[in-house]
């Protein structure tokens, strides 16, 4: 089909003796292959860097009949890449499956972009955390949304959920107050 051949997502086709019987370009690409003949033939295993966990996807689509969800690629070079993966089984007219037939994403920049946001997070914690004055974050109404350790000990709370919510102006003793 013109369609699946010039598909921009990686397609591929295997067998149910997991054998790979197609491939687009675009797969190729995503792999580092020049040639579908290079590929085409050999187990849809050998194309993960956890083959195991690969096997428990095949075995799940096996099951279920459909399969959504990301693995690590290994590419020809032997670096790796992010994808998302969604594969489904084929079946004849008398619906028996006869084929699995899966679309390949890249989604290592999401999936870098996600981690980096995850450590700057940690990061930023880290350091309200470990802040010795108290510092807080309210919404427009002076609700408490967030106070850090130091804070939590100068309205003598016990913890950030007993006060998440309460006017700020609330907590602070009345003489305080000026």
């Known amino acids: ?9 990686g397609i591929a086709r295997a067998d149910l003796q997991d054998r790979l019987t197609y491939v687009n370009a675009a797969f190729l690409r995503l792999w580092g292959y020049e040639r579908s003949e290079e590929v085409v033939g050999r187990s849809p295993l050998e194309f993960w860097r956890e083959p195991a966990r690969a096997a428990a996807v095949v075995e799940a689509l096996l099951k279920c009949g459909h399969w959504t969800g990301e693995l690590t690629a290994l590419r020809r070079d032997g670096s ?26 890249d989604v290592t920049a ?4 996600e981690a980096a946001l995850l450590a700057s997070e940690r990061q930023l914690r880290a350091i309200f955390e470990a802040e010795p004055e108290c510092v807080k974050l309210v919404d427009r109404e002076y609700r ?3 106070i850090n ?15 998440r919510g309460c006017c700020t102006l609330d907590l602070i003793a009345p003489r305080d107050r000026a």
């Open 144 to 146: 408490l949304l967030e």
């Open 80 to 105: 790796c890449f992010e994808v998302h993966l969604n594969a489904s089984l084929l079946h004849d007219a008398h619906g028996l499956a006869y084929a699995m037939v899966a679309t390949f994403i």
């Open 110 to 113: 999401r999936v870098q972009a």
């Open 1 to 9: 089909n013109e369609a699946v051949a010039a598909a921009n997502a």
């Open 149 to 163: 350790p130091a804070g939590l000990m100068l309205i003598e709370s016990p913890d950030v959920e007993s006060v």
